[in-house]
T-cell receptor, first 113, second 112 residues
């Protein structure tokens, strides 16, 4: 089955801790993305990567970090510098080029205790 | 900067009604527009993608149209069913990179 997997589905973090969210795809897509979704705010782009070993900041990158060492994987670390990390996090992937259809994973809900 | 608007934020209709969901965008220089469905607590499911050179796309009971010059797209749902209840989001690709700009979505409730 081709698709995008995210783990864990639910994650609880104490204040001051870093946590890493996993995203893996087997669609052979070059581009991968991380979004944050809050009630009433819509989806906001955190980071994106269009090729291995390269990534760019999105609209709300502060307090987050990413790596792209493999084409299939794009993990997101939520650091202690992120002041309000409780949210629903969505990973997506797409081809590159002029026309790109984005496909999404099932999401990770992060709650800070 | 591209902005995408979806109004109203919520809509409730009786089962069987044909309905139209609207999406507007401020910069008409888009590459493509994508409609998504999101069920509560789930990821987004891609419904339809319309390229900038296309006027519409159809999938089953769904039909999406695009009027680039006026900055509008509509998602038409025929013979709505309770299973269509979800949040529908539209998103546009404006730049040469692959980023999308999303609207905040329309939460649809179809009453039995």
């Amino acid at each position: 089955d081709g698709g995008i997997t995210q783990s864990p589905k639910y994650l609880f973090r104490k204040e001051g801790q870093n946590v890493t969210l996993s995203c893996e795809q087997n669609l052979n897509h070059d581009a991968m993305y991380w979004y944050r979704q809050d009630p009433g705010q819509g989806l906001r782009l955190i980071y994106y990567s269009q090729i291995v070993n390269d990534f760019q900041k999105g609209d709300i990158a502060e307090g987050y970090s990413v790596s792209r060492e493999k084409k299939e994987s794009f993990p997101l670390t939520v650091t202690s510098a992120q002041k309000n990390p409780t949210a629903f996090y969505l990973c997506a992937s797409s081809t590159t080029g002029d026309i790109n259809e984005q496909f999404f994973g099932p999401g990770t809900r992060l709650t800070v205790l | 900067k591209q902005e995408v608007t979806q109004i109203p934020a919520a809509l409730s209709v009786p089962e069987g009604e044909n309905l139209v969901l609207n999406c507007s965008f401020t910069d008409s220089a888009i590459y493509n527009l994508q409609w998504f469905r999101q069920d509560p607590g789930k990821g987004l499911t891609s419904l339809l993608l319309i390229q900038s050179s296309q006027r519409e796309q159809t999938s089953g009971r769904l039909n999406a149209s695009l009027d680039k010059s006026s900055g509008r797209s509509t998602l038409y749902i025929a013979a709505s069913q309770p299973g269509d209840s979800a949040t529908y989001l539209c998103a546009v690709k404006t730049g040469a990179n692959s980023k999308l700009t999303f609207g905040k979505g329309i939460t649809l409730s179809v009453r039995p």
